[in-house]
Every structure is written in C-alpha cells, then in structure tokens.
C-alpha cells in the first residue's frame, strides 16, 4: 500500500497555502479538542475555537481572506452574520473537503467532527514536533526489563513488545544526536556574540542538555538495567526449555508456528546487540556533544577578535556599501595601508641543527644476593597469583562427577577458597572456564565464618576453544 492510497492527494495543500501559519495553529487547537473529548467533537465546540482563534490573530494581520485559488469551498451558500464566525464556519468545511475532519450526524440533529485514523497520528506528530519534553531514557530500560522478567502467560508477546520498546529507545538517542547536529548548524549562522550566547543558553542548554544529554549521562542512564537485560536475554538463548516455552507463547498470539520461532529469536538478538553496542552509540552522542561545544566556541571566538577595532569598523563600512549600491566608497574615503618596518618583520637566517652528542651511559651494579631475592619474590607473587586455570581447578575439583552443584557444596575452608569463590562470579559467565553460573532470584544465603554469599548454582560446561575440564585421578 502508498502513501497516498492512506490519505487524500491534497491532505498537505493548507500547510503550502500563503496562510499556513493559521491554518497550523487551527490544527493544533483541532488535536487539543480532539484529546478532551473521547467520543467526538461537538461542531459548535468546534467553530467557538476557531472562532477565537481568528479574533486573536487578526490584529497580527493573519487571515483567511486570501485564499490559494485551487482550493474550493463547496456548499458555501450558508453565510453567518458574523465575521469571524463565518470564517470558522468556512475553515470546517475546507477541512472537511481536503480530508483532515469528518461530520457525523447523530440523533437530535446533532454534528460532531470525528478525525479518520491519518488525521489523528499526523496531527500527533505535528504536536510531538511543536512540544519540547524531557524523554526519560531510562524508562525504555526499565520497560524492557519487565517486559522481559515478566510472570505472565504471554512470554512471547512481551518479547515482542520488549523489542518494539528497545527500538523506540534507539530512535529516541538517534534523534538527540541529529537534533545536536540541527543546533551545530544553527549556532554558526549568528552574526554576533549575544546571538551565539542566547542560542546556547536558550536553545541549546535549556531545550537539549537540561532536558535529555545531562539526564541521559547521570540521573537517567540506562546502565542500571542493561546487565540484567543482557542476562536475561542470554539465559532465553542458552536455555531451551524457556526457548520453546517462548515460542509456545508466541504461538497463542495470532503467530504461525513456524515463524514463532524466527520471530522471537530476532527478537531476542535485536535486543542484545541494542544493548551490547550502547556504548558506541553513547560515544556517539558526546562526540556530536563536543562538536557542539567546539563550533559555538570557534563562532564565538571569531565574532569577538570581528567586532573590536579597526576591522570592525572596516566592517560596517563594507555593509554599508553593500547597502546602498549607489555610495561612492573611493570619493568617501582614500584606503591605504600603513606598515613599520622592525625586527620581528625580517626573516630570521637559517641555523643548522648541532650534532647530536649523546650523554655517556654509566652501568650500575647489581649484587649477586639482591638479583635472587627479587627473583625468588616475583616467584613468589606468580604462584600465589589467583588466575582462572587455579580457579577452574578449585570448581571442577569440588564438582568431582557431578553436573551441577550449588556454591555452598564448595564448602570453602580457608580464606583462600573464598578468594576463588569470588573470583568464581568472575569468570563464570563468558564461557571459557569450564563451567557456568546460573544465578536465580530465589537463591538462598550460604554463610562461612564472617563471609556470606549468594547460594547460586554452578553448571559444568565445555569451554570455548578449548576441550571440557576432565576431573584429575
């Protein structure tokens, strides 16, 4: 289906027309009436807008009067004694005839304007874009997140919606990154440093770092939910079992069986490379930030070393001539340069380079005794080191020939095994050490000595690039 097989050819003709300010304001005051009343706008309600409206434009000098010539106004023969009302009553029916309103007749003679579904969801863009609002970015995060830890029957639709809301976040951050490139342009069109000022205070401080930049780097980041969407998402693809009882959900939702299954993995991968690459979208945005900051800065600087001295007053004289082209620049004035002749204006002799001479190395020496101390020493920290070869050894070991065991089956006995303990949470979810954690909500509190931890279990894996860990006789 095209665009125009959804909305009538000349839908856009009042927003090209010489009046299209008023007539952007009357849509504007048709959306608000739109949202205030659920079952449809009553027609007076209406024309009293409209009507006010043009009463408090028409001093400005804005009307309706002239009109673009291919624009008709059929069944115009009512004709209202009032001025203004009548030209309410004349900008419904243009609505009504290009497409952007229609009138129902309900019981006792009533009319009431009813939007079709093109009018309302272009009318809500035009306000969006006429509306400066604080986008909370963390709220897509937290979202996602319950969507996607969700108790419900309908796993498979909150995937789904999870993923929608994941794509809203992303065009939420590409839009503050072109919105920041807008400024940048905008900000090196002024013509003096008050106006760089007021655009960067006003425009640019107040409308983009206030509202979404400085929120979206501190109160507002999404960092506090990414790791737990990550897990989660991973956990759906390393896990068959909740795998297919996604795809069994998404089954119930009006979706072929065997696109279930494609469906919600793409899902689940546009998920986690959303969240995965948000640090290089991020960087992204502070760079075009910086930009921001360096193109104000250089404007301002070039209008400050501009508008003192003499070249500033050059400058107004060549505006003025531009001006007024029939003035006379040479009869006015005898331009002639005046320069002194010092030191700083002769050309210093070149002066060869000296030869390089290089300072004399001395050799210190080191006894015997001292040599071997610091090497027993740095023997010593190699061996105590924690890595994760000792720590694979301490898990795999305790495990024996289980599968799976829980943390507290550890049973740490000094203060070295808690050390491998912690290091365990390390490295037990990239999948190179030969087993996994997997971590529950529920999991209870194991304690040791003066030390607790969460009681999670620990899986037996084989590594990647590399064969399992075999248990040592």
Request: glycine share 2%; charged share 30%; aromatic share 10%.
């Amino acid at each position: 289906m095209k665009l125009f097989d959804v909305i009538p050819d000349r839908m856009f003709s009042l927003l090209a027309s010489p009046n299209r300010r008023v007539y952007a304001e009357a849509l504007l005051l048709l959306y608000e009436n739109y949202l205030a009343n659920q079952f449809g706008i009553p027609y007076e309600v209406l024309r009293d807008s409209f009507q006010e409206l043009l009463e408090s434009i028409a001093p400005s000098g804005l009307t309706l009067d002239e009109m673009e010539e291919d624009i008709s106004t059929p069944n115009a023969s009512f004709i209202e004694t009032d001025v203004f009302r009548s030209r309410a009553g004349t900008l419904l029916r243009q609505l009504k005839f290009i497409g952007w309103i229609d009138i129902e007749d309900r019981a006792n003679y009533q009319r009431f304007i009813v939007l079709p579904r093109h009018s309302s969801r272009i009318l809500e863009v035009l306000q969006e874009l006429c509306t400066q609002r604080a986008v909370e970015y963390q709220r897509f995060a937290f979202v996602t997140y319950t969507l996607l830890t969700s108790k419900t029957d309908r796993l498979g639709y909150a995937v789904l919606e999870a993923e929608d809301t994941t794509r809203k976040f992303l065009n939420a951050l590409r839009e503050l990154t072109n919105n920041m490139r807008t400024h940048m342009d905008e900000v090196v069109k002024k013509n003096s440093i008050e106006e760089v000022l007021d655009y960067h205070f006003e425009e640019y401080k107040a409308k983009v770092v206030d509202r979404s930049y400085h929120r979206l780097k501190t109160s507002d980041h999404v960092s506090r939910y990414r790791l737990k969407i990550l897990e989660t998402v991973q956990n759906y693809l390393t896990e068959p079992d909740a795998f297919r009882e996604l795809v069994r959900s998404a089954t119930h939702e009006d979706i072929a069986e065997d696109k279930a299954d494609e469906q919600i993995r793409a899902a689940l991968l546009f998920i986690e490379e959303a969240y995965r690459s948000l640090d290089d979208t991020l960087y992204q945005i502070d760079l075009r930030h910086n930009q921001y900051i360096r193109a104000s800065f250089d404007r301002a600087r070039y209008l400050g070393q501009y508008s003192q001295g003499l070249d500033a007053k050059l400058g107004h004289i060549l505006e003025w001539v531009a001006r007024d082209r029939s003035a006379d620049l040479t009869a006015s004035f005898n331009l002639f340069a005046v320069s002194h002749l010092t030191e700083a204006s002769l050309f210093p002799p070149r002066k060869k380079r000296p030869p390089l001479v290089p300072e004399t190395a001395t050799e210190a020496f080191i006894p015997a005794e001292l040599r071997q101390r610091q090497k027993e020493i740095s023997l010593t920290r190699i061996n105590n080191a924690i890595t994760r070869e000792k720590v694979s050894r301490f898990i795999i070991e305790r495990m024996g020939d289980r599968d799976s065991i829980n943390m507290a089956d550890l049973s740490p006995n000094s203060i070295e095994d808690m050390m491998h303990i912690a290091y365990a949470y390390l490295y037990g979810s990239d999948g190179k050490s030969g087993y996994r954690i997997t971590r529950s909500p529920n999991a209870d509190i194991a304690k040791f000595a003066a030390y607790t931890f969460t009681n999670h279990r620990i899986v037996r894996t084989r590594p990647k690039g590399g064969h399992p860990y075999v248990r040592r006789p």
